[in-house]
């Protein structure tokens, strides 16, 4: 079984920065990719960033030049920097996973409210 537990997150104004962190544990032969999605109430949740484990990255438009993904072996940071109020919603680590078993699953973490006041 694989665990991913997310830190960061929080209440911050408009125009302020947040880092959100992600270390997954557990059964790991390999990271495919690592990610960041979000859900926002009445919205469908949708990707804000990934990156893989070539250092390949993929970023939402909305996001783009104010968030930066990194990732350092079975740990994923998010720096997002210039936030807006139409960035909270409540984000979720999500990693592509190879277990030591061979066997390769999509796992999600519990997710960390993010909320920015105007």
């Known amino acids: 079984q694989v665990q991913l537990v997310e830190s960061g997150g929080g209440l911050v104004q408009t125009g302020g920065s947040l880092i959100l962190s992600c270390a997954a544990s557990?059964?790991?032969?390999?990271?495919?990719?690592m990610g960041w999605y979000r859900q926002a109430p009445g919205k469908q949740r949708e990707l804000v960033a990934a990156?893989?484990?070539?250092?390949n990255t993929n970023y939402a438009d909305s996001v783009k030049g104010r968030f930066t993904i990194s990732r350092d072996n079975a740990k994923n940071i998010l720096q997002m920097n210039s936030l807006k109020p139409e960035d909270t919603a409540v984000y979720y680590c999500?990693?592509?996973?190879?277990?030591?078993?061979?066997?390769?699953?999509?796992?999600w973490g519990q997710g960390t409210q993010v909320t920015v006041s105007s």
């Open positions: 999500n990693a592509d996973v190879t277990s030591s078993s061979r066997w390769r699953e999509v796992y």
């Open positions: 990156i893989t484990s070539g250092g």
């Open positions: 557990g059964s790991i032969f390999s990271i495919n990719a």
